[in-house]
């Protein structure tokens, strides 16, 4: 029972930045674990980041030390943090939450589409 809103997506050059949010609302937000996923043209979907409701964090190898996962309570937002970004993140981008402890219900967004290119 939350509503997911994704942005931040863009065309950004190889070795640039791009911040992605996910705005929640519908439900307490800070009981929520929550993560970032994408899906490349012609791949599978692919866990990206994650962040439990207790602030602990997991990433996949091939963003580890170039992306970051935080999350703002107060302002039931969730963020991705994409530094040094390479070709192969271009993606569409989707925020996911689930309660671990309750139902393991899990809430989608819209997508947002981040593009690498020179």
């Known amino acids: 029972q939350v509503q997911l809103v994704e942005s931040g997506g863009g065309l950004v050059q190889p070795g640039g930045s791009l911040r992605l949010s996910c705005a929640a609302s519908?439900?307490?937000?800070?009981?929520?674990?929550m993560g970032w996923y994408r899906q490349a043209p012609g791949k599978q979907r692919e866990l990206v980041a994650s962040?439990?409701?207790?602030?602990?964090?997991n990433y996949a190898e091939s963003v580890k030390g170039r992306f970051t996962i935080s999350r703002d309570n107060a302002k039931n937002t969730v963020f991705l943090q994409m530094n040094s970004l390479k070709l192969e993140d271009t993606a569409v981008y989707y925020c996911c939450a689930v309660r671990t402890d309750y139902r393991w219900q899990y809430y989608w967004g819209q997508g947002t589409q981040v593009t690498v290119s020179s």
């Open positions: 519908g439900s307490i937000f800070s009981r929520y674990d």
């Open positions: 962040i439990t409701s207790g602030g602990n964090t």
